[in-house]
């Protein structure tokens, strides 16, 4: 099958692809063409803003934590109905989960999905050397294919000259833009990341913007027929995958707070029952629902309003008590303790567990994860392994480390504490790791088993 495809990657971080990446998707999207966003690594802040630019979610594919068949079928899956896959990369298009592997890289999705890359390269303080650079990433793995590259945030026309005769000359790669340094492209950031999309008022204004001021400087024409000049993709999947009895429904904390949720998770709990969000600032109950997922977020930044809730509050907590399955991942953990301390200042949360979250100026955990299963939970089954991915600022406080109960060892990563993830109470199970559904076959199956046979009568 044809699946015009490109891949919108930089030399680094901070190079501007998000900018651009989300600039092409609005261009595109504006000419009519369907677009589907998809983002390289672990991220959810990113593919938030892919979805205002071009009014669809933006499915993540990780080559560390998806085997390259199901990377390949959620590619495949997201094309349906989609015109062209504008695919943004994670850091710079060689970085990888280590020094020498090609686990997890840019590089090493280009080369599953037999996927053209456009290279941001970031020309600040630099003229002929960045001829030099991008000979290096032609160089560095010839198997990935580099089709052209963007010169970014260039000082002056002279300074833009000298930078595309250099790169041109020396590399044969054809320069598709030459952007200035607009002070209107800046996004603002916060301690993980970009601020998502979801707070920003204006998100709409700079995505305009972007695509006001990118547009007139790439060749949008050249980009769209590398895309189309994408291999055929062979690949077959499961047709049958499809929607299920809903017998169940869940609750789905989503909100400024809790919004940390890949596509395809909440696509595939959407397979097996009905989906009701929760406003953790406005909702008071948990009425109608048979199972709860609090996904992460910042709740560390709106820990006040979530204080203020105490009906809410006191709802998760009896909810939690009745032995219906309650899933928490990162922000979710942290809802369920007991306080979080944000700048010596402490806000009460649920109080399920005996521990206070405490942010800290630095990074707790960052990268990948891999968990053996040693304890019984609602997700998975004893000698599992589980691949995910942790990214945090905050650190459990507690005073009696035996009172907990963990379903996971943690075999690469920190986990909450000393190796050990995956906190379990009666049904409810709360994890500093973030899992992806398509990292594991019917991802969220025994979850929503365990609430139709406690519904039902079962244990």
């Not at 930089?10 to 589907?36: E, F, N, P």
């Not at 593919?47 to 590619?75: G, I, V, W």
């Not at 589980?386 to 990214?391: A, D, K, Q, S, V």
Request: charged residues 30%.
């Amino acid at each position: 099958m044809n699946y015009p495809r490109v891949i919108i990657s930089g030399t680094h971080s901070g190079s501007g692809k998000t900018t651009i990446a989300l600039a092409i998707m609005r261009i595109l999207y504006d000419m009519g063409y369907k677009v589907q966003p998809y983002k390289v690594g672990p991220d959810f802040i990113d593919p938030s803003y892919h979805f205002f630019a071009c009014n669809t979610r933006s499915r993540n594919l990780d080559s560390y934590m998806l085997s390259r068949e199901r990377l390949l079928e959620n590619f495949v899956r997201g094309m349906n109905g989609k015109d062209i896959a504008i695919i943004e990369g994670t850091m710079g298009l060689y970085d990888s989960c280590g020094a020498i592997t090609e686990k997890g890289s840019t590089a090493e999705v280009s080369k599953i999905l037999k996927s053209p890359i456009i290279l941001i390269v970031d020309a600040r303080k630099i003229g002929r050397t960045s001829a030099a650079i991008v000979l290096g990433y032609l160089k560095f793995d010839k198997d990935v294919r580099i089709k052209g590259c963007i010169i970014n945030k260039v000082g002056n026309e002279r300074h833009a000259s000298k930078v595309k005769r250099a790169i041109e000359y020396y590399t044969k790669l054809k320069v598709l833009g030459i952007i200035p340094r607009y002070k209107e492209l800046f996004i603002e950031e916060r301690h993980l990341g970009l601020i998502p999309a979801y707070e920003k008022d204006r998100v709409e204004e700079f995505i305009e913007n972007a695509a006001k001021y990118i547009k007139r400087n790439i060749n949008i024409d050249e980009i769209i027929k590398i895309a189309y000049s994408a291999e055929d993709l062979e690949f077959d999947y499961d047709e049958n995958y499809g929607e299920m009895n809903k017998e169940i429904t869940i609750g789905i904390f989503f909100d400024k707070a809790f919004n940390f949720y890949y596509t395809e998770n909440l696509e595939e709990l959407s397979r097996y029952a009905k989906i009701k969000f929760i406003n953790s600032f406005s909702d008071t109950n948990l009425n109608d629902i048979d199972c709860l997922y609090i996904g992460g977020g910042f709740p560390e930044i709106f820990a006040k309003e979530l204080e203020k809730n105490k009906k809410l509050r006191n709802s998760v907590l009896e909810f939690c008590k009745s032995g219906k399955p309650v899933y928490a991942e990162c922000g979710g953990l942290m809802y369920l303790g007991k306080s979080i301390i944000v700048n010596n200042e402490e806000y009460e949360m649920v109080g399920l567990f005996d521990f206070k979250t405490e942010m800290m100026k630095n990074f707790q955990a960052l990268g990948y994860v891999v968990l053996k299963v040693v304890n019984d939970n609602i997700l998975t089954n004893p000698g599992e392994i589980l691949r995910g991915h942790e990214f945090h600022y905050s650190r459990p406080v507690f005073k009696d480390f035996s009172k907990f109960k963990f379903a996971f060892k943690v075999l690469r990563g920190r986990g909450f504490y000393k190796g050990w993830d995956g906190l379990i109470y009666k049904n409810v199970l709360a994890n500093y790791t973030h899992f992806h559904a398509y990292s594991k076959k019917d991802f969220f199956k025994k979850f929503i088993e365990r609430a139709k046979n406690i519904k039902y009568g079962g244990d």
